[in-house]
């Protein structure tokens, strides 16, 4: 395993551009390390909140080439384990009724036939072929380029293989949509202004982010604040090294609307729970270590629910002409 520091360097609020922040929360440190194969152990890595705007953010930042490291198991993953579902040849029913009505909603605001979509982080593009299904014109963003190249090839989607960041096309879009990616990103003003650019005027932005002001943040801050920093494994579910940026539902709307966008409509909603349950092992006591977690992962998720404030906002932004 390699292992040095050379991959994170110190940054300023990537919202306001202050440079003072304080230490907050921990970051998994064991998932990055076998995410990436870099040890990070003796990094001194976390959540940092802004001083000035308040803004959370992984500071140190990762650089390009963990963040490569990290990300060049996604396809194994997509294989066989959390991403398994979005591999799937058949679109699942929960991801149908998760994200048609968010598909149903951008279309009918649009008034336009065929309207043309632009997802970025397409991943392997379940959303676009129901988008497709939707009657859209679909084209993705993925700078993985295996899933790119099947993308491409099974399903006949164009997809342009890079980061958000090089994309260079001349193509001017009726909606972008970013489903669980701009807290990915090291600069998501940056991020917003490209999308602001190959939108036409009256364009929708669709993003789907996790917030951290849900039900399922505050509770596991709360468990490891009464165990004095102790108790770091519910933590740890939510704040890793690839989340480079922790937004609330305010921070976020507010990126969009001091960036030409006029939000048109906003909610909560939930990942899908049965991915984050994990798969029972073998033997009692891993059997009944797993049952214990997965009965705890549901049962946050139906408090969530039911005080209406789960782990996702779902945002829809109009560009400003
Ligand atoms: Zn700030």
Request: charge should be positive; include cysteine.
């Amino acid at each position: 395993m390699k292992k040095n520091s050379k991959y994170f360097k110190s940054k300023p609020c990537p919202l306001c551009g202050s440079s003072g922040s304080r230490r907050r929360y921990p970051v998994n440190k064991a998932y990055a390390n076998e995410m990436s194969g870099i040890d990070i152990t003796e990094v001194d890595i976390g959540v940092d909140e802004c001083v000035k705007c308040g803004h959370q953010f992984v500071q140190p930042s990762p650089q390009p080439q963990f963040l490569k490291a990290f990300y060049s198991s996604y396809m194994s993953e997509a294989k066989d384990g959390f991403y398994m579902e979005r591999a799937s040849e058949v679109i699942t029913p929960g991801f149908r009724t998760r994200y048609g009505k968010w598909l149903d909603r951008v279309r009918d605001a649009l008034k336009t036939q065929s309207p043309v979509l632009l997802d970025v982080g397409t991943g392997l593009g379940m959303f676009l072929r129901l988008a497709k299904e939707k009657g859209f014109e679909v084209a993705g963003v993925e700078p993985n380029r295996e899933a790119a190249t099947e993308l491409e090839k099974r399903y006949g989607i164009s997809v342009h293989c890079c980061l958000l960041e090089d994309l260079s096309t001349k193509e001017k879009y009726d909606s972008v949509t970013m489903l669980d990616i701009i807290e990915h990103m090291s600069d998501p003003r940056k991020a917003i202004d490209i999308v602001k650019g190959v939108l036409k005027p009256g364009g929708l932005l669709l993003m789907e982010v996790p917030v951290r002001d849900s039900f399922i943040h505050w509770a596991v801050k709360g468990v490891y604040r009464a165990t004095l920093s102790k108790v770091k494994r519910p933590i740890h579910q939510v704040y890793g090294v690839h989340h480079l940026q922790y937004f609330s539902s305010r921070s976020i709307k507010a990126l969009l609307e001091e960036n030409g966008f006029k939000v048109v409509m906003s909610g909560y909603d939930e990942s899908d729970v049965k991915a984050l349950c994990k798969r029972p092992g073998r033997g009692i006591f891993s059997m009944a270590k797993t049952l214990a977690y997965n009965a705890a992962m549901r049962g946050a998720f139906l408090a969530a629910k039911t005080v209406g404030k789960q782990n996702k906002l779902i945002i829809i932004g109009r560009k400003e002409s």
